[in-house]
């Protein structure tokens, strides 16, 4: 029997490539008031971003244990062989639920799970890595021990188009009143050792977008690109005519932001995520300043945003 691989709903990837690689992907939660959703199946992501922008405020929550007990149970009547592969713990509580999943389920299946240490096109790099091999018939501990050594391969970066949204969560210390006033700046975030912390801020989007550009161009190392936009796909596209001279454009793929960061980062967030061969160390992260500071919102563990020179 073949391996199956499941994931949670941050994995970002489009309803068509979960389907052709047979992903199961637990969905992440999405409230606003009262109601409660389920990423993906309740709601969809066009509309809670265009529900955002109208001014309504949602937050995310993980999904519970049983979300991941049930995906278990159902997978282990088709195979003995689960290769779990989760958003980063120090993100979310959506890997421990995974772990408590795998306890309440009481699978006679083998099941495996991984802290990614990633989020959104990262992990969606990953988990499609994982469910090809699993496609060719490769064993669970090929696929484990495979996915482990491309974690260190795999970088994001996420250029927020404004930080409003940070700022209505309410969890932002004190340098808040100072970023209440400069409202037009575009911070990108990445990820260092599964956590997000600042890489740079810039005055206008383009020069985001040109920085983003420019962290895959100086990368020689490339084996393949996630571009995620969460409203604006034609901007996705625009990115990878850029790159197209740099990576096959077989390489590059594009999708839409769920909500884990974009209620978070608000829409416009943008995404891209690289992963690198294993032959080889690359470029990726040179730029990336570290900040040993954080703040904490409701699902997903966020950066204080410090102040560098703005670009």
Request: no cysteine; proline share 4%; charged share 20%.
């Amino acid at each position: 029997m073949s391996v199956k691989i499941v994931t949670d709903s941050t994995v970002d990837l489009l309803p068509e490539t979960i389907k052709e690689l047979g992903i199961t992907v637990v969905p992440v939660y999405v409230m606003s008031g009262n109601k409660t959703y389920r990423d993906g199946l309740d709601i969809s992501q066009t509309e809670i971003y265009n529900r955002m922008l109208e001014g309504e405020q949602f937050t995310t929550s993980q999904p519970t244990p049983a979300d991941f007990a049930n995906a278990y149970k159902t997978l282990s009547k088709e195979t003995d062989q689960i290769v779990s592969l989760i958003m980063g713990a120090k993100l979310s509580g959506t890997y421990n639920s995974a772990l408590q999943g795998r306890e309440l389920a009481q699978s006679s299946s083998n099941i495996e799970l991984i802290d990614t240490k990633a989020t959104s096109g990262a992990l969606g790099l990953l988990a499609t890595q994982a469910a090809e091999m699993a496609k060719m018939g490769e064993s669970a501990g090929n696929i484990i021990n495979s996915i482990k050594s491309y974690i260190p391969q795999v970088h994001i970066w996420a250029l927020l188009d404004t930080i409003k949204y940070v700022l209505k969560s309410g969890r932002l210390s004190s340098a808040s009143n100072l970023i209440s006033g400069v409202l037009s700046i575009r911070p990108m975030l990445t990820l260092r050792d599964g956590s997000l912390w600042p890489a740079s801020i810039h005055r206008t989007r383009n020069k985001g977008i040109e920085k983003l550009t420019e962290l895959v161009k100086n990368n020689r190392n490339l084996e393949a690109v996630q571009i995620v936009q969460s409203v604006d796909l034609a901007e996705a596209h625009g990115i990878k005519e850029k790159l197209a001279d740099f990576i096959d454009q077989s390489k590059i793929h594009i999708s839409q932001l769920g909500p884990a960061l974009g209620v978070h980062g608000g829409p416009g967030t943008l995404v891209v995520a690289i992963r690198e061969k294993l032959s080889g160390i690359g470029t990726a992260s040179p730029d990336e300043t570290e900040d040993k500071k954080s703040f904490k919102l409701p699902s997903i563990h966020l950066p204080k945003l410090g102040f560098f020179s703005l670009h």
